[in-house]
């Protein structure tokens, strides 16, 4: 359930991490493109914990012309219980521009919502927005939303009110902004009315967002998912205003998100064979020394955690290494070693497990890249394999071919003590950049890993992604 358009930068309780990583222009056709990944401790939708008071990934991809006309997606892993709803999908189109009221800009907004859960369509709604934003003087924003439902399968909602502010505080004080919000929500009988409530900081830091805030209801009859709780969530994005503030000299930092139709790991689905939102931050030093997380929503079903099977929402991976270039006689070599943790936070301790890796690429052609790795155990938890073998290549076509890209992989799971069979999966695919974002389509089967489900069968696989 999205929060606020990322489009109007107006100061928005949740726009307030609107940030651009890139300086390159990206517009094209009077289109411009932006992104955001953001990784919290919980998904608060108007006061309620969408989540089950557990992590969130979220990320969104926008088209915004000059004309005022945008249109977007944005995701975030979710969890309601006994449901196969591990994803909501919301994708939206509006209209915003500015109009000048006795010498006071004013930015309106106005669009269609849809709300997707593409495991329980039954959940799918609709809403309209019309939003009003002003900055009545330096550094303080305040906006105010209506949505109004119009899907007649929402059993809940019928309006929410979205009053919001922000203030910068001077360089004296660090610039820290403080923000505010309060929202009430009018449902349908059998559904509390309530209000909610936020207030908190955020601070923009060598190009990432980072937000604590407090956040509470009236109460909206969720059992403990609307009690009051600290909310802290961390964002990097790329679009027209960002940041451009860097880390100290020698370190870089990154973010990537991506959308696709199925998270597939090793050849075997962790989503069920559904959608996925997955993204990453990622900080390195040049000395070769990196650092980061990764993370998607997963969905184990019933074979997952034997003890809790449907808390199983969101992966957190953990991971840092070292990478260097070799010159071996004008081929430049990478090697590449670290350690990797697989976490899921609302799982319990029996599905999380570490692996060490070593990994070696080169370019031995132009336009081609070729990569192997290795990934070993070393978890006494983990019940599914002692290691893996990772063989990659890709090469991109001339110009006459529309510099697309071809992608392919194979792996090999051995054998292990603990009866899991051994096998061998593959990829094979295209890709095209295009205006900063990545499209790849491939296709993918394994040689039989006896998963659940048909959770290892051949399939087609879509992925949108871009890095900032």
Partial sequence: MIKIKPLVVIGLITTSFVTIAEEQDKSFYGWTPSASITLANDYIWRGISQTSNGASIQGSFDMAHESGIYFGAWASNVEFGDTNNSMELDLYAGFSNEVSLGGIPFTYDIGFLHYEYPEETGFNFNEVYFGLGVSPFENFNFSTYYYQDIGVENKFATGYLDLSADYTLPDALWNLQILAHAGHYWRRAGANDYWDWKVGVA??????????????????????????????????????????????????????????????????????????????????????????????????????????????????????????????????????????????????????????????????????????????????????????????????????????????????????????????????????????????????????????????????????????
């Fill in 203 to 468: 601070k923009q830091l060598y190009g990432f967002g980072f937000e604590v805030a407090y956040v509470d209801t009236s109460g909206a009859g969720a059992g403990d998912l609307d009690d009051s709780r600290i909310y802290f969530g961390i964002t990097r994005s790329f679009g027209d205003d960002a940041p451009s503030d860097s880390l100290p000299k020698g370190f870089d930092a990154s973010a990537s998100f991506a959308l696709t139709t199925d998270y597939v790991w090793r050849g075997i689905s962790q989503t069920n064979n559904a959608a996925a939102i997955q993204g990453s931050f990622d900080i390195s030093h040049e000395s070769g020394a990196y650092f980061g997380v990764w993370g998607s929503n997963v969905d184990f079903g019933d074979g997952g955690d034997p003890i809790n099977p449907n808390n199983n929402s969101i992966e957190l991976d953990i991971y840092l290494g070292f990478s260097r270039d070799i010159d071996l006689g004008g081929t430049t070599l990478t090697y590449d070693i670290g350690w990797l943790h697989y976490q899921y936070p609302l799982e319990t301790d029996n599905l999380n497990f570490n692996e060490i890796y070593f990994g070696l690429s080169a370019s031995p052609v132009e336009n081609l890249n070729v990569s192997g790795y290795w990934y070993h155990d070393v978890s006494l938890e983990n019940r599914l394999g002692i290691g893996y073998m990772d063989l990659a290549a890709d090469y991109t076509l001339p110009d006459w071919a529309w510099n697309t890209t071809v992608v392919s992989h194979v792996g090999y799971y051995p054998k292990h003590s603990d009866g899991g069979k051994e096998y061998w999966d593959w990829k094979v695919g295209v890709a095209k950049d295009i205006a900063g974002f990545n499209i790849e389509v491939a296709y993918t089967d394994t040689s039989g890993a006896d998963a659940a489900d048909g959770t290892d069968d051949a399939r087609a696989v879509a992925t949108l992604s871009t890095s900032f």
